[in-house]
Each structure stands twice: as structure tokens, then as C-alpha cells.
């Protein structure tokens, strides 16, 4: 019967074609789950790298506190509020120089406790840092 042999088709059957959408389906589910993993990854850093920032510019604004003169205060910088509000560890006692002479100062440790909020008003950051106070108890004499 060779009318019989010629009629087979070149093409792919139907069974094939769903086997082969199956795969693709299955390797396309997978590349879609690994997107998504990568990009909450990605958020996650992202936001992570907004606290590091908001951290470092806290710090670097409160370096100028004097939490002995000033104990609790709110700073405004670029629409970012730090507020702090100080709490003691040891001290006031007299400030002495490397030789241990006496200084016109007093110091003491304090712990800052620090809340950043974002231009939103929505808390950014909380964290505490020690940082120390001063008092000037007497005038500088002149030479």
C-alpha cells in the first residue's frame, strides 16, 4: 500500500505540542518565581540601604548636641525630622586633660535614644548611640 505511507504528515502531532507547552509552561512558571524572589530581594536591599543612610545622617546631625545642655530636642534637616531625648550613664564629673590636669569642663556619658522621621511622617529609623555632654563651669583666663 504505498498510498498509505505517503499520507503520513511531516508536522508535530497534537500530543507533542501539549508535551512541549507543558515544558515551556513549567520552565516559564519557573522564571517568573525566580523573578519575583529577585525583585523582593532587590526591595529589600533597596529599603535596607534607605536605613543605613537614614542612620548615618542622624549621626551625623546629632554629633553637634550637647545632650548635657540640651537633654531631649527635635532637628529638621531636608524634611527629615531627628528627635532624641538623652538619659545619663555616668556622671557629671570634672574633665581632665591627658596629663590629668583640670579643665575649665565637665562632661558626662549619655544614651540617646533617636526616632527619624521620614518627609512622610512615617518613622524611618529608632536606634540609640551614647554620645557625651559638656559644661563650661568657669571663664577661659586670659594670657
Not at 10 to 37: D, K, N, P, Q
Not at 72 to 80: E, K, R, S
Not at 130 to 137: A, N
Request: no cysteine.
Amino acid at each position: 500500500m504505498p498510498g498509505r505511507a505517503d499520507r503520513r504528515q511531516a508536522g508535530f502531532t497534537l500530543l507533542e505540542a501539549i508535551v512541549a507547552l507543558v515544558i515551556f509552561s513549567i520552565g516559564a512558571m519557573s522564571l517568573y518565581a525566580w523573578l519575583g524572589v529577585s525583585l523582593e530581594a532587590l526591595h529589600a536591599t533597596a529599603r535596607a540601604q534607605e536605613r543605613v543612610v537614614a542612620t548615618a545622617s542622624a549621626l551625623e546631625v546629632l554629633r553637634k548636641v550637647n545632650p548635657m545642655a540640651q537633654e531631649a530636642g527635635t532637628i529638621d534637616v531636608d524634611g527629615h525630622t531627628y528627635a532624641w531625648k538623652a538619659r545619663s550613664i555616668d556622671g557629671p564629673r570634672p574633665a581632665v586633660t591627658q596629663l590629668g590636669a583640670p579643665t575649665i569642663f565637665q562632661v558626662a556619658l549619655f544614651e540617646l535614644e533617636v526616632i527619624v522621621t521620614g518627609p512622610d511622617g512615617t518613622e524611618t529609623e529608632r536606634f540609640a548611640v551614647r554620645q557625651m555632654g559638656h559644661r563650661q563651669l568657669q571663664p577661659l583666663e586670659e594670657d
